[in-house]
Structure formats: C-alpha cells, structure tokens
C-alpha cells in the first residue's frame, strides 16, 4: 500500500490518519509543534486536537519535514487555509512529480482570492491536485461514525484514486468533477455557519437560523455559479450536506466562534475561547472582497463583515437584514 503523510497533525488531519492507520495504510504526520508528534508517537494520541482516541502503531510523527515526506505517494495537506501557500513552498522542492496532492483545508487565499487548488496549482504545477470535502466532523470520523465526503479534481483519475484510497465501510468518497463547486461550497458554508452561531449566541431560535441556512444557500449558489460552478453541486454534500452540520453541531468551530460573538465576545475573544483556527472569520474578509470585485449580492456575508470587522452590533445586523427592500425569493 502507498504511504501517506499528512502535513499538519490538527484534528481532520489526524482523525483521517486514524482512519488509514485501521485500514492498514503506513501514515506519516508532520507537525511543527513537538508536544504534538510527541504524544502521537508515545502516547498514542493527538492530546492537543483529539483527545481519548487511539491513534495506530503505523501511524507516525515527525518533526523533521524531509523525513515525514520520504517514500510518500499521497500528501494531504490538512493545515489551515491561509498556511497552504507557505506549505506548499516548503514541499514542493522535496517531492517527485508523480506524488498526488490531496487538500481538506476549506477556504480560499484572501490575498489574491484564488480557490486552494489554484494556489497549489501555482506552487506545484506538475504534481496533480485532488480536493477532498464534505460534512465530516473530525471527532465524528475518528469515532467511525458513518461519514459521506466528496473528491474531486481536474484529473478525475486520480480522483478515483483517492476516493479508493480513503473509502471504507464507515467513511463513504462520492466523486465530483466539479471543482470550483466543491471548493465555493465548502468555504463559503463557514461563512454562513458563523452567521448561524451568532444567531444562536444572541437568542434567536430556529425560525432564524432556518432562514439564515436557506438564505445562505442562496449565497453559495450565487458566488458559485459566477465563479463557473454547476448549480447541481451545492445541493449535494459539499453544499447542502456541509452547510447542515457545520450550522447546527456543536462540533462546528465556526459555530461556537459565533454563539460566543453573540453573547458578547470579541472576535479574537471567540477565537481564542475557540482554540483552533475559525476559518469563517478569515473567509468572510475574503469573499468580502470577492463579492465586491465581482458585484455579487450577498447580504449576510455582507452584515457578518460589518459585526466582525466593523463593530456592528449583531442586533443591528439582523434589523437590517429583515428590513430590505422586498423581493421575490430568488437564488
């Protein structure tokens, strides 16, 4: 079986190492942080990211990047979003050709607002690209919850490939050739999901945060099918599917930088409480950006911009949500 290393030793990164590891696959994990690759190779555990999971004997982690990279066939990058340029510089002279890159970060790069496989794209042209997303909560696909994902990439050989490689009876890779779809989808989705816990951190039930989900789609599709996306994509898993979990789980960090925003907290605060990174802070600035570059409505990543980067109240962003213009309901 191919070795895999994983760049990053964060919560999906090991969760889905876990996963190979029981299926049998040799995994390497490189890491930056040593009480990380510590705990991995004498405890048998990701203390830091997943506590209470056994993590296999053929699972391994390194310190040294070179090490961690001999011999592999696959590299995942499992760092968060704004890292994967850096990284990317950091592989690309230590590798062959041949050696797939498969990316689980979700987001776009706010400098230039290009998608992560066009940044690896750029930094590695001659290795192919696969992206790997859906609704898959790391606690939950460490634990063999039955999780369904979606690859894809412009060479769908190698997306094949990998959907082998990661498919088991607990964990199900559909493939999709619709790349600019399933990398909008799952980004922009962190946005809306921030947007959700607020709404929760400030009181608002159910009734809000239907209408913040739907209303959110809405947004997806738009940015999405302007980008070149097929519509069909974000009813699937990396639309719709993502967008149900991250907004209604506990598991979501995005979530629960939002319900703490909503009762109060700055967003460095919510961070901070957070621990990990908030991909839907870094992802509302950009397509921010995006939006305005393109002209494209999106009212809710408009107002999250405005509470998160310019003090609005969250209240006073809801009141001008519900009081625009009427309309048709219309994606």
Same mark, same amino acid.
């Given at each position: 079986?191919?070795? /895999?290393?994983?760049?990053?030793?964060?919560? $999906?990164?090991?969760?889905?190492?876990?996963?190979?590891?029981?299926?049998?696959?040799?995994?390497?994990?490189? &890491?930056?942080?040593?009480?990380?690759?510590?705990?991995?190779?004498?405890?048998?555990?990701? =203390?830091?990211?997943?506590?209470?999971?056994?993590?296999?004997?053929?699972?391994?982690?390194?310190?040294?990047?070179?090490?961690?990279?001999?011999?592999?066939?696959? =590299?995942?990058?499992?760092?968060?979003?704004?890292?994967?340029? %850096?990284?990317?510089?950091?592989?690309?002279?230590?590798?062959?050709?041949?050696?797939?890159?498969?990316?689980?970060?979700?987001?776009?790069?706010?400098?230039?607002?290009?998608?992560?496989?066009?940044?690896?794209?750029?930094?590695?042209?001659?290795?192919?690209?696969?992206?790997?997303?859906?609704?898959?909560?790391?606690?939950?696909?460490?634990?063999?919850?039955?999780?369904?994902?979606?690859?894809?990439?412009?060479?769908?050989?190698?997306?094949?490939?990998?959907?082998?490689? $990661?498919?088991?009876?607990? $964990?199900?890779?559909?493939?999709?050739?619709?790349?600019?779809?399933?990398?909008?989808?799952?980004?922009?989705?962190?946005?809306?999901?921030?947007?959700?816990?607020?709404? %929760?951190?400030?009181?608002?039930?159910?009734?809000?945060?239907?209408?913040?989900?739907?209303?959110?789609?809405?947004?997806?599709?738009?940015?999405? /099918?302007?980008?070149?996306?097929?519509?069909?994509?974000?009813?699937?898993?990396?639309?719709?599917?993502?967008?149900?979990?991250?907004?209604?789980?506990?598991?979501?960090?995005?979530?629960?930088?939002? =319900?703490?925003?909503?009762?109060?907290?700055?967003?460095?605060?919510?961070?901070?409480?957070?621990?990990?990174?908030?991909?839907?802070?870094?992802?509302?600035?950009? $397509?921010?950006?995006?939006?305005?570059?393109?002209?494209?409505?999106?009212?809710?990543?408009? /107002?999250?911009? @405005?509470?998160?980067?310019? &003090?609005?109240?969250? @209240?006073?962003?809801?009141?001008?949500?519900?009081?625009?213009?009427?309309?048709?309901?219309?994606?």
């Amino acid at each position: 079986m191919s070795d /895999i290393t994983f760049i990053g030793g964060g919560s $999906f990164g090991t969760a889905l190492s876990v996963m190979l590891g029981k299926k049998g696959y040799s995994v390497n994990v490189w &890491d930056r942080n040593q009480d990380v690759i510590h705990d991995i190779n004498v405890k048998r555990e990701n =203390i830091k990211y997943m506590h209470n999971v056994v993590i296999p004997a053929n699972v391994t982690a390194f310190y040294d990047l070179n090490e961690a990279l001999d011999n592999s066939k696959i =590299i995942v990058l499992s760092v968060p979003s704004h890292a994967i340029r %850096d990284v990317c510089k950091k592989i690309k002279e230590c590798i062959s050709k041949d050696v797939v890159i498969v990316n689980i970060a979700k987001g776009i790069e706010e400098s230039s607002l290009k998608r992560l496989s066009e940044v690896i794209e750029e930094e590695m042209p001659v290795n192919p690209v696969v992206v790997l997303s859906g609704p898959s909560h790391a606690e939950e696909v460490a634990l063999d919850i039955p999780t369904t994902v979606v690859v894809t990439s412009k060479d769908m050989k190698c997306a094949k490939q990998i959907q082998d490689v $990661f498919m088991t009876n607990k $964990f199900r890779v559909y493939t999709n050739d619709d790349m600019v779809g399933v990398e909008i989808g799952g980004a922009v989705k962190n946005i809306i999901a921030l947007a959700a816990g607020i709404s %929760d951190g400030s009181g608002y039930g159910d009734n809000t945060k239907a209408a913040l989900m739907t209303r959110g789609m809405s947004e997806i599709i738009r940015i999405g /099918i302007k980008l070149g996306a097929k519509p069909e994509t974000f009813y699937g898993l990396t639309g719709m599917g993502d967008l149900i979990v991250t907004c209604t789980s506990m598991h979501s960090r995005n979530r629960k930088a939002g =319900i703490l925003i909503g009762k109060g907290y700055t967003v460095d605060e919510a961070c901070n409480e957070v621990g990990m990174v908030v991909e839907g802070v870094k992802a509302c600035r950009a $397509f921010y950006k995006l939006k305005e570059k393109l002209n494209v409505t999106m009212p809710i990543t408009d /107002i999250l911009y @405005k509470v998160l980067f310019q &003090d609005k109240e969250a @209240k006073y962003g809801v009141y001008e949500l519900m009081s625009r213009d009427k309309k048709d309901e219309v994606y």
